[in-house]
């Protein structure tokens, strides 16, 4: 699941899917911008693709974490973003995504509806759906471990992993910056991918 600016044709998912070719199907979609949206798409897909494994980066770990937590599946988050609603109030106003996207849409607007959104979503991300009390990863030990921290040790914009350590077990850093390049998603997330698949 790709960052904010992104899509499913950026970088680290285009490296992603040459690095598992012959190997595992990788599928990289373009996100919905909006929260909700996103995270029901990312629901769905799951409901009916059934992953092994969910990868994210930056907002779209985020999403991943949140779909991993809830469903117990193994995740790699990459330099996770759980306060998306910083990132967007230093950002209003127009935009233009990084890369391609399969609508052929490039602009797009930061408002306060949309900071708003996040806001709500953010309040609930790392609470149990059952009790409503904060969680970790539904009290099971074993969700702990198969949910991994991978964090760039030049990332400017993210600094969040004493929170994922609050939530979880593991988290490994590679020599890079928020988004990885092709070389050190085949270098450093492909490894601990295929480690995760043994889950």
């Known amino acids: 699941m790709h960052g904010f600016f992104a899509s499913g044709q950026c970088v680290p998912a285009v490296a992603l899917r040459e690095a598992f070719e012959g190997e595992a199907e990788v599928m990289t979609p373009d996100l919905p911008m909006h929260p909700k949206e996103a995270l029901a798409f990312v ?12 990868v994210g980066n930056s907002c779209g770990s985020f999403y991943a974490q949140m779909v991993a937590s809830a469903l117990g599946l193994p995740a790699l988050l990459g330099n996770p973003h759980f306060r998306m609603t910083e990132f967007l109030k230093a950002r209003v106003g127009a935009h ?89 998603v085949k270098k450093y997330y492909v490894p601990l991918i295929k480690e995760l698949l043994t889950y």
Request: proline residues 6%; glycine residues 6%; hydrophobic residues 35%.
């Open 43 to 54: 629901r769905e897909l799951i409901d009916r693709e059934k992953p092994d494994v969910v």
């Open 96 to 184: 233009q995504y990084k890369s391609p996207r399969m609508d052929g849409r490039q602009d797009f607007v930061i408002d306060e509806q949309l900071i708003a959104e996040f806001a709500e979503m953010e309040a609930h991300q790392f609470l149990d759906k059952r009790s409503g009390e904060a969680e970790r990863n539904n009290c099971s030990p074993e969700g702990r471990d198969r949910i991994w921290g991978l964090f760039g040790d030049h990332d400017a914009l993210a600094h969040f992993e004493p929170l994922f350590l609050q939530h979880y077990n593991k988290s490994f850093h590679f020599p890079g910056a928020h988004t990885p390049t092709a070389e050190e």
